[in-house]
Nanobody, 122 residues
Framework: QVQPVESGGGLVQAGGSLRLSCSAS????????MGWFRQAPGKEREFVAA??????DYADSVKGRFTISRDDAKNTVYLQMNSLKPEDTAVYYC?????????????????WGQGTQVTVSS
């Protein structure tokens, strides 16, 4: 069982950048698909990005601005967020999936972190 722990959230002005990190403890980190989701106040949790061994997937709303990467030697996944907008404000969650194919459904991810707050001011 992989247990993700997020860090790196904070307050940033619109147009700025942040990098989120997700450290995952447990065995077999490198066989998991890792993903990022976010939940804004009053809204449902939504898919942001995911990464497998060689593939990445992004929500249309962040494509071209966010980059997901992983360092299996460090058991860490990153989400580099550039050109941030106020609508990116949300709690960001890291999650692990035992699947071999990236799917955007929350039900495909079995382990979740506690979340980290990202606030983008206008």
């Amino acid at each position: 069982q992989v247990q993700p722990v997020e860090s790196g959230g904070g307050l940033v002005q619109a147009g700025g950048s942040l990098r989120l990190s997700c450290s995952a403890s447990g065995r077999a980190f490198d066989v998991h698909i890792m993903g990022w989701f976010r939940q804004a106040p009053g809204k449902e949790r939504e898919f942001v990005a995911a990464i497998s061994w060689s593939t990445t997937d992004y929500a249309d709303s962040v494509k071209g601005r966010f980059t997901i990467s992983r360092d299996d030697a460090k058991n860490t996944v990153y989400l580099q967020m550039n050109s941030l907008k106020p609508e990116d404000t949300a709690v960001y969650y890291c999650a692990a999936s035992p699947s071999i194919t990236i799917r955007r459904s929350m039900t495909d991810f079995s382990s979740w972190g506690q979340g980290t707050q990202v606030t983008v001011s206008s």
